[in-house]
């Protein structure tokens, strides 16, 4: 139902009528996230046979290459399969009762069907929107370096982590627990991206967030620590290497390790970002350890009273 055609092919079938060797085939399909179905079995429809002939287009055109191609079904397949359980969860939780019966699971099924084509377009125009900011950040970042793409970008780096979440988490049942997750992420992404910055991802009972310059970041520090969640949230600000929509590298070990030392409700920062303020209280504090990293100097970040 939720496919939209009935499975009529085998493995082998679509590759033969795909023009696409088998090999590629399974591994494109293992970057999708997709289990191998048995030799023999019918799992494929007419769209599995459509998708794999793009594929074999896009190779054909030399624009990508088979590595390029597979990385591009790494990313697609992670990041659907996150959207598909996290959308499922929605509308399961928020449409079927506690013991539901068969006309509630038929109910869900026909609102999922009804929505499907509306949502299909809306995720369509999201996705070009959100390629169109993604390439203007990488585009701009590239204006000023002699890569096209830079394999090291300096910007700021932040995490921001529940305080006790490990305490709340036996204290709460498990509705409660979502709630207080999903409410901290949806304030955490309202405040990131209210100052044009990106949050990269989401862990449960921390977030970890990027923004271009250090101004951006402490605003956005400084909001979220007032947003009625008690946090602690370290950042700093050096070279980074963006890869798989994720950043890496120690400028973002430091952040989390500055938020590792702080204390609930307060914000640490290293001394590069703090170096790029002004406007803002910066209160130098004692050097500490930090594991992997030797000892460092954090400064406690407070808004301005003036």
Do not use: C
Request: no cysteine; charged share 25%; aromatic share 4%.
């Amino acid at each position: 139902m939720l496919v939209g055609a009935p499975a009529r092919f085998t493995k082998d079938q679509i590759t033969d009528k795909a023009d696409v060797p088998q090999e590629l085939a399974e591994r494109i399909w293992r970057a999708l996230g997709f289990a191998q179905p048995a030799d023999g079995a019918v799992a494929f429809t007419d769209a599995d046979v459509d998708a794999l002939r793009r594929v074999r287009r896009m190779l054909d055109s030399g624009v990508l290459d088979e590595q390029t191609v597979i990385r591009m079904a790494r990313a697609l397949g992670q990041t659907t399969a996150r959207l598909a359980q996290w959308q499922a969860e929605i509308i399961i939780g928020a449409m079927l009762p506690q013991e539901p019966s068969e006309d509630d699971l038929a109910h869900v099924l026909d609102a999922a069907l009804e929505l499907r084509p509306d949502f299909e377009q809306v995720l369509i125009h999201v996705w070009r929107a959100q390629l169109a900011a993604a390439g203007t950040r990488l585009l701009a970042i590239a204006d000023g370096n002699d890569e096209l793409v830079p394999t090291r970008v300096s910007m700021a780096v932040g995490f921001a982590d529940l305080v006790s979440f490990t305490r709340r988490a036996r204290e709460l049942d498990e509705k409660e627990l979502a709630e207080l997750v999903e409410g901290f992420e949806a304030r955490a992404s309202d405040v990131v991206t209210s100052h044009s910055a990106r949050l990269v991802k989401t862990l449960g009972d921390e977030v970890l967030f990027t923004a271009p310059t250090a101004a951006q970041a402490a605003e956005i520090a400084l909001d979220l620590v007032e947003s009625g969640v008690e946090l602690r949230i370290g950042m700093a600000y050096g070279p980074v290497l963006p890869t798989m929509g994720d950043v890496f590298g120690t400028t973002v070990n430091l952040a989390a390790r500055l938020t590792a030392i702080a204390r609930p409700g307060t914000i640490l920062v290293d001394s590069s970002l703090a170096e790029g303020l002004d406007g803002f209280e910066i209160h130098k504090i004692r050097r500490r350890p930090a594991r992997g990293l030797g000892v460092v100097q954090p400064y406690v970040l407070r808004r301005s009273s003036s």
